[in-house]
Protein backbone atom coordinates (compact mmCIF):
# COMPACT_ATOMS: atom_id res chain seq x y z
CA UNK A 1 0.00 0.00 0.00
CA UNK A 2 0.97 3.36 -0.61
CA UNK A 3 -0.12 6.18 0.81
CA UNK A 4 0.53 9.85 -0.52
CA UNK A 5 0.00 13.64 1.11
CA UNK A 6 -0.07 16.48 -1.46
CA UNK A 7 0.44 19.68 -0.91
CA UNK A 8 1.69 23.27 -2.40
CA UNK A 9 -1.40 24.41 -3.66
CA UNK A 10 -3.04 27.58 -3.68
CA UNK A 11 -3.78 30.93 -5.63
CA UNK A 12 -1.68 32.40 -7.38
CA UNK A 13 -1.66 35.22 -10.35
CA UNK A 14 -1.50 34.51 -14.17
CA UNK A 15 2.38 33.97 -15.10
CA UNK A 16 3.05 32.81 -11.63
CA UNK A 17 4.41 29.61 -9.91
CA UNK A 18 3.94 27.12 -7.62
CA UNK A 19 5.75 24.13 -6.75
CA UNK A 20 3.48 21.04 -5.55
CA UNK A 21 4.96 18.05 -3.48
CA UNK A 22 3.62 14.57 -2.80
CA UNK A 23 5.08 12.84 -0.37
CA UNK A 24 4.53 8.93 -0.75
CA UNK A 25 4.61 6.75 2.55
CA UNK A 26 6.97 4.12 1.01
CA UNK A 27 10.38 4.62 -1.01
CA UNK A 28 9.51 5.65 -3.94
CA UNK A 29 12.47 4.17 -5.76
CA UNK A 30 10.37 1.36 -5.60
CA UNK A 31 7.63 2.63 -7.18
CA UNK A 32 6.95 1.99 -10.69
CA UNK A 33 5.59 5.35 -11.85
CA UNK A 34 4.35 8.42 -10.60
CA UNK A 35 2.90 11.34 -11.60
CA UNK A 36 0.08 13.78 -11.49
CA UNK A 37 -3.25 14.24 -12.71
CA UNK A 38 -5.67 17.52 -12.61
CA UNK A 39 -9.62 17.67 -12.41
CA UNK A 40 -10.71 21.06 -13.05
CA UNK A 41 -14.83 22.08 -12.15
CA UNK A 42 -17.34 20.28 -14.39
CA UNK A 43 -14.08 18.24 -16.36
CA UNK A 44 -12.92 15.03 -16.32
CA UNK A 45 -9.21 14.36 -14.42
CA UNK A 46 -6.61 14.23 -16.81
CA UNK A 47 -2.95 13.26 -16.74
CA UNK A 48 -0.66 15.84 -16.55
CA UNK A 49 2.61 14.08 -16.59
CA UNK A 50 4.29 10.67 -15.47
CA UNK A 51 7.40 9.79 -13.99
CA UNK A 52 8.50 6.10 -14.34
CA UNK A 53 11.11 4.65 -12.22
CA UNK A 54 12.84 3.79 -15.50
CA UNK A 55 13.30 7.79 -15.94
CA UNK A 56 11.19 8.10 -18.80
CA UNK A 57 9.10 11.41 -18.51
CA UNK A 58 5.48 12.28 -20.53
CA UNK A 59 4.10 15.85 -20.13
CA UNK A 60 0.20 16.36 -21.83
CA UNK A 61 1.43 19.21 -24.29
CA UNK A 62 -0.64 21.91 -22.76
CA UNK A 63 2.11 21.86 -19.49
CA UNK A 64 5.04 20.98 -21.68
CA UNK A 65 8.01 23.77 -21.50
CA UNK A 66 5.84 25.69 -18.43
CA UNK A 67 5.72 22.51 -15.91
CA UNK A 68 8.46 20.10 -14.54
CA UNK A 69 8.10 17.38 -12.84
CA UNK A 70 11.12 16.05 -10.05
CA UNK A 71 11.92 13.33 -7.33
CA UNK A 72 13.91 13.37 -4.15
CA UNK A 73 14.23 9.79 -3.66
CA UNK A 74 15.83 10.58 -0.24
CA UNK A 75 12.49 12.34 0.92
CA UNK A 76 10.40 9.99 -0.80
CA UNK A 77 9.51 13.20 -2.37
CA UNK A 78 7.79 14.22 -5.85
CA UNK A 79 7.64 17.39 -6.90
CA UNK A 80 5.62 19.86 -9.85
CA UNK A 81 7.05 22.79 -10.21
CA UNK A 82 4.82 25.09 -12.77
CA UNK A 83 5.88 28.52 -13.98
CA UNK A 84 3.65 30.48 -16.28
CA UNK A 85 0.69 29.03 -14.81
CA UNK A 86 -2.70 30.29 -16.63
CA UNK A 87 -6.28 30.55 -15.28
CA UNK A 88 -6.94 27.07 -17.65
CA UNK A 89 -4.06 25.46 -15.14
CA UNK A 90 -6.97 25.93 -12.12
CA UNK A 91 -7.96 22.56 -10.96
CA UNK A 92 -7.47 20.49 -8.20
CA UNK A 93 -3.87 18.31 -8.67
CA UNK A 94 -3.91 14.76 -7.48
CA UNK A 95 -0.46 12.82 -6.86
CA UNK A 96 -0.60 9.27 -8.31
CA UNK A 97 1.06 6.22 -7.81
CA UNK A 98 1.69 2.84 -9.77
CA UNK A 99 2.78 0.14 -7.63
CA UNK A 100 2.41 -3.48 -7.46
CA UNK A 101 -0.34 -3.36 -10.14
CA UNK A 102 -2.44 -0.73 -8.58
CA UNK A 103 -2.77 3.20 -8.48
CA UNK A 104 -3.19 5.07 -5.43
CA UNK A 105 -4.65 8.78 -5.24
CA UNK A 106 -3.80 11.47 -3.22
CA UNK A 107 -6.25 14.13 -1.37
CA UNK A 108 -5.56 16.14 -3.93
CA UNK A 109 -4.26 20.12 -3.28
CA UNK A 110 -6.35 22.99 -5.08
CA UNK A 111 -4.38 25.39 -7.66
CA UNK A 112 -6.23 28.81 -8.52
CA UNK A 113 -5.06 31.04 -11.34
CA UNK A 114 -6.53 34.09 -11.05
CA UNK A 115 -6.39 36.58 -14.64
Known amino acids: QVRLVESGGGLVQAGGSLRLSCVASRSISSINAMGWHRQAPGKQRELVVT???????NYVDSVKGRFTISRDNAKNTVYLEMNSLKPEDTAVYYC?????????WGQGTQVTVSS
Open 96 to 104: LAVYMQRVY
Open 51 to 57: YTSSGSI
